[in-house]
């Protein structure tokens, strides 16, 4: 059983690297892979990450929040599920707060995050 449980840990981190880093506040672009039939094609989703719950574990999930046409949709994405091909961090934003269910009641303007500038470890790294 150990060994088993080994594996799964194993995968779960390989998995985890092939993403990029990310927190509440960023822009990101995810690639999720739809099925529609017998056909499977990829379809990307952008908006502001408003949380990430459990961190570090395998049920790890994270809520991106967009505006489309004035209404505002939330997705919930397991960051281990098989369905995400890929995540694009778009841009970094300069929040104070690990949950930003404040966004919720805003529009437009005031709905803006600022940026946060990377310092010049993070840009050799990037």
Do not use: C, W
């Not at 004035?70 to 997705?75: F, H, L, M, V």
């Not at 709905?111 to 010049?120: S, T």
């Amino acid at each position: 059983m150990s060994v088993l449980l080994d594996f799964i840990q194993q995968e779960s981190q390989e998995r985890r690297a092939s993403f990029p880093k990310f927190a509440a506040g960023d822009t990101i672009n995810v690639h999720v892979k739809i099925r529609e039939g017998n056909k499977e094609r990829v379809q990307q989703f952008q908006g502001v990450v408003i949380q990430r719950k459990n961190p570090n574990s395998n049920g790890e999930t994270f809520t991106v929040r967009k505006i489309s046409n004035q209404i505002g949709t939330e997705r919930i994405f397991p960051l281990l599920s098989p369905n995400i091909d890929k995540i694009e961090v778009i841009r970094r934003g300069k929040v104070r707060r690990a949950r930003l269910f404040y966004l919720r009641g805003l529009s437009g303007k005031a709905a803006r995050i600022k940026e946060r500038r990377l310092n010049v470890v993070e840009k050799v790294t990037a």
